[in-house]
């Protein structure tokens, strides 16, 4: 094979193999091709998606808030009981001092 041929040759599988790439471009774009309808309902989807993300942003606020208020009160009971049994133990020292007070002077 001379050198024309060859040159001629490579030119020929050069052009075959972009024909093919070309041919398989087209065809991968033609079968991969979204429609309008498509797209308008990925729209609808990422807007329900934006939408469903701020309720549950919403929703984890309150909670949050929520939590915050509860354990505030949790809080308020707990010290009022602890308030609460104080007063109680000392009413009840109270009485039982008051008790053995009123049965010694009824003893005398």
């Known amino acids: 094979m ?3 041929e ?3 040759a490579i030119a020929i599988i050069l052009f075959v193999a972009f024909v093919l790439g070309w041919f398989a471009h087209w065809l991968l774009h ?3 091709r979204v429609s309008q309808a498509d797209l308008g309902e990925l729209d609808n989807m990422a807007q329900a ?3 469903a ?3 549950r942003d919403q929703a984890i606020t309150y909670l ?3 939590e915050a208020e ?3 009160q949790l809080t308020q009971t707990e010290a009022e009981l602890s308030a609460a049994m104080d007063g109680l133990r000392a009413a009840r020292q109270e009485a039982e001092e008051l008790r053995a007070y009123v ?3 009824n003893r005398d």
Do not use: A, S
Request: glycine share 0%; net charge neutral; hydrophobic share 25%.
């Open 53 to 55: 993300e701020e309720t």
């Open 2 to 4: 001379n050198r024309t």
């Open 49 to 51: 998606l934006h939408e």
């Open 6 to 8: 060859i040159i001629t």
């Open 30 to 32: 033609r079968f991969t």
């Open 103 to 105: 049965e010694k002077i």
């Open 64 to 66: 949050q808030q929520r």
């Open 70 to 72: 509860m354990t505030n």
